[in-house]
């Protein structure tokens, strides 16, 4: 089993800046890919970052790309979240995930963007 805890959300204003950062312990590997998804209320969960093992290899959904920077540090299982310039639009619960073998899921942060 892998357990995930995010940190890192909270209310912000349009324009500003957040960190989400998103641990893993457990039974961990570092081979796994690690990511986050989010979902707005009323709205399904949609991807927004991923990284494979080693960070060679990044992916951002269009909404985010050349805002948010998602990046790891293996030697602390941890994958972090750098977003800037948001908006209200960014304003929904974010998760992380780490996939090896299986896909195991954090409970979430949420992230708020006053106008």
């Known amino acids: 089993q892998v357990q995930l805890v995010e940190s890192g959300g909270g209310l912000v204003q349009a324009g500003g800046s957040l960190r989400l950062s998103c641990a893993a312990s457990g039974r961990t590997v570092s081979s796994a890919d690690m990511g986050w998804y989010r979902q707005a209320p009323g709205k399904e969960r949609e991807f927004v970052a991923t990284i494979n093992w080693s960070g060679s290899s990044l992916h951002y959904a269009d909404s985010v790309k050349g805002r948010f920077t998602i990046s790891r540090d293996n030697t602390k299982n941890t994958v972090y979240l750098q977003m800037n310039s948001l908006t209200p639009e960014d304003t929904a619960i974010y998760s992380c995930?780490?996939?090896?073998?299986?896909?195991?899921w954090g409970q979430g942060t949420q992230v708020t963007v006053s106008p």
């Open positions: 995930y780490y996939r090896y073998q299986y896909v195991y």
